[in-house]
């Protein structure tokens, strides 16, 4: 089955705790991006990945680092996680890019005391 | 930046009754529209897509319709069904645009 998985659901973490959100994808994607939705917020997209070794930022990239070292997986590391980034986050991926459908992973509700 | 809106944030609906979602963008380069349902505890999954040199496009009981000159794309969700409850995204991508928008969402309530 076509799917995007990310682990944890769910994690409670408190400040400074470095954690990472992992997020594989099994339809051979080149493009993956991360997202974080806030209520009234909508999405607003973190950091995305052209292809592999290949990163750059969305909208809201600060407290936040992603890697690309395989075409499957682009995991979302917090370094120093605040009580603001306490959100839901999404992983996508898309065939071809911006242009195209992007597929959701379920998602990893976050808090962050 | 650009932004995309949302005309309404809540829909109530008779079962069996047509629905419309509005979206207003301001992107007038934005060349790719994108409408997403997103249930309760799940990621967004896509229902149907666009492209600028369209203004019609329909699938299975739904219909997107594209006016460039106002900017603004609808959903049109037909006879629609309880399991058609959910929040519904467009987005918009394109042109100079790295990734694609999102609006806020509009959370569409399917009465018995």
């Known amino acids: 089955e076509a799917q995007v998985t990310q682990n944890p659901r769910y994690l409670i973490t408190v400040t400074g705790k470095k954690l990472t959100v992992t997020c594989s994808q099994n339809?051979?994607?080149?493009?993956m991006s991360w997202y974080r939705q806030d209520p009234g917020l909508g999405l607003r997209q973190i950091y995305y990945?052209?292809?592999?070794?290949?990163?750059d930022k969305g909208d809201v990239p600060e407290g936040y680092k992603v890697s690309r070292k395989e075409k499957r997986n682009f995991p979302l590391i917090l370094e120093s996680p605040s009580p603001n980034q306490t959100s839901l986050y999404f992983c996508a991926s898309s065939p071809q890019g911006r242009n195209t459908e992007a597929f959701f992973g379920q998602g990893t509700r976050l808090t962050v005391v | 930046g650009e932004s995309v809106g949302l005309h309404l944030p809540t829909l109530s609906v008779q079962e069996g009754d047509n629905s419309i979602i509005n979206c207003a963008y301001s992107?007038?380069?934005?060349?790719?529209f994108i409408w997403y349902k997103q249930e309760s505890g799940k990621g967004p999954q896509f229902i149907i897509d666009i492209r600028s040199n369209m203004d019609k496009r329909q699938g299975q009981r739904v219909t997107v319709l594209l006016n460039k000159t106002v900017k603004h794309l609808s959903l049109q969700i037909a006879a629609t069904q309880p399991g058609d409850s959910a929040v519904y995204f467009c987005?918009?991508?394109?042109?100079?645009?790295?990734?694609?928008?999102f609006g806020s969402g509009t959370q569409l309530t399917v009465l018995p």
């Open positions: 990945s052209m292809n592999v070794e290949v990163t």
């Open positions: 339809m051979n994607h080149e493009y």
């Open positions: 992107n007038s380069a934005s060349d790719y």
């Open positions: 987005a918009e991508g394109g042109g100079s645009a790295r990734q694609l928008t």
